[in-house]
């Protein structure tokens, strides 16, 4: 049974830094593109970074870029997210994202989610 979940959320201040982590049960990371995606009040989920495959190709969300780093551990269980700088607009709940590359609409999850505040 796959499972993601995300744990690291917390408070801080504006400029502070967090890590983020998502352990996944089930899945083969070199068969599929781990996403951390965010939700603000009143805003639409939207993606922050991803890394897929074998190769561990990153891409970063314009807002991110320099700021923020994903990465994944080499026993292939758990990715990351490391948030340097995070100003007020990071605010929101960061959910982490499994889709697998060969079939990925069939092959969706998702994990609950973890609440970043930052506060000036």
């Known amino acids: 049974q796959v499972q993601l979940v995300e744990s690291g959320g917390g408070l801080v201040q504006s400029g502070g830094s967090l890590r983020l982590s998502c352990a996944t049960f089930g899945i083969d990371h070199t068969t599929y593109c781990l996403s951390w995606f965010r939700q603000a009040p009143g805003k639409e989920r939207e993606l922050v970074a991803s890394?897929?495959?074998?190769?561990?190709?990153?891409e970063y969300k314009d807002a991110a870029k320099g700021r923020f780093t994903i990465s994944r551990d080499n026993g292939k269980t758990t990715m990351f997210l490391q948030m340097n700088d995070l100003k007020d607009e990071d605010t929101a709940v960061y959910y982490c994202?499994?889709?697998?590359?060969?079939?990925?609409?069939?092959?969706?999850?998702w994990g609950q989610g973890t609440r970043v505040t930052v506060s000036s």
């Open positions: 890394i897929c495959g074998v190769s561990g190709t990153t």
């Open positions: 994202r499994a889709r697998g590359l060969w079939d990925p609409r069939r092959y969706d999850y």
